[in-house]
């Protein structure tokens, strides 16, 4: 049997790493300012790897740099490698009763208005572990977590996957938002019917968010009429104040909006659309310390900060993973 022996160069982690930062940002130079190199040294490590895997990893077209075929393989495995090394650094300060390591969290825009000031509470209690924020509707964050880019995946549905554990952590109310100046605005409460044909900005059609609101619109028996798309909740609130309709999202994304005034709320008659919150984590991956223990100090920041009216429309789920008072999760071993 024939074998193919691996240079041992190949694994260089400074070179992947640069590596992996120009195929992320598509931009030498780029890589070489988050590195702290020169951009010649970053070119020389992308040089080296060709020759030593014998193939292209990018093409470039004057100053514009793309993958090619080779390239994305080597990205995929060159991350596999780095994530390899960290659960290594992990395990070997967890022996010594320290938490520390890299974790790369996602989250659908929900979270994004949530996880920035729970991480920056976590990092006071374990300033040895560094964290990244990816942000993406709840779709590319499944998408991302089965690809193992990432250790947590915080998102407005279940991924629907097997290979990935669903943890229920709060409920979320979306609300129905007009502009100052639209005739639904200033009424106490708004009957569904009053709602039927009317124009509506959504998010795009496989976000969470446009899913749940467009459900509980036809719960009511409401039929919106032209219905306009946007990729991120900042343009949908722009297009809701400029006059284009009336839009549907989570409360915790137009608190500041409400507070000013720039954004009001339609009262419709009926129950409330509610949406569940959840924290995804991949079975098929080892425990982190690190990951695991910002999952318990995420999970027990909510709980506390729950009230009779919620944290910004949100409410804690009962049952949910908890931690101890320093972040460790109380959570069931993976696969359970």
């Given amino acids: 049997m024939s074998s193919y022996n691996l240079p041992p160069e190949l694994a260089n982690l400074h070179r992947l790493r640069a590596f992996i930062e120009a195929a992320e940002c598509l931009s030498y130079s780029g890589a070489a300012r988050r590195l702290g190199i020169s951009q010649p040294a970053v070119s020389g ?70 996880l920035p000031e729970l991480m920056a509470g976590f990092r006071e209690v374990h300033p040895q572990v560094s964290m990244e924020l990816i942000v993406g509707n709840s779709s590319r964050i499944v998408e991302l977590m089965l690809e193992r880019r990432m250790h947590l995946g915080f998102t407005g549905d279940d991924g629907g996957r097997a290979d990935l554990e669903a943890i229920p ?23 569904p019917e009053s709602l039927a044909g009317l124009p509506f900005v959504f998010r795009e059609a496989d976000s969470a968010t446009a899913k749940i609101a467009s459900q509980y619109l036809e719960s009511l028996g409401v039929v919106p009429g032209p219905v306009v798309e946007f990729g991120s909740h900042e343009a949908l609130k722009g297009a809701v104040r400029a006059g284009f309709g009336l839009g549907m999202l989570s409360r915790a994304a137009v608190q500041q909006e409400l507070a000013t005034g720039s954004l009001r709320l339609v009262h419709v008659q009926g129950p ?22 910002f999952l318990g100090y995420v999970v027990r920041r909510l709980q506390e900060r729950n009230r009779p009216q919620g944290w910004w429309g949100l409410h804690a789920v009962a049952g949910a ?10 959570v069931h071993p993976e696969g359970d």
């Fill in 45 to 114: 490590h992308i040089r080296r790897l060709e020759r030593l895997t014998g193939a292209p990893l990018f093409i470039r077209d004057g100053h514009k740099v793309a993958l090619t075929e080779a390239g994305h393989a080597l990205l995929r495995q060159a991350k596999r490698v780095e994530s390899s090394v960290q659960e290594m650094q992990e395990l070997m300060a967890g022996l010594q009763g320290t938490i520390a390591g890299h974790l790369v969290l996602g989250a659908s825009t929900i979270w994004e208005y949530l």
């Fill in 321 to 330: 993973t908890t931690g101890d008072e320093n972040g460790s999760p109380a």
């Fill in 272 to 293: 409330p659309c509610l949406r569940q919150l959840y924290v995804l984590r991949s079975r098929s991956r080892p425990q982190r310390a690190a990951r695991d223990a």
């Fill in 169 to 191: 952590v709060m409920e979320s109310e979306i609300v129905l938002v007009a502009a100052p100046d639209h005739p639904l605005a200033g009424r106490a409460e708004v009957a």
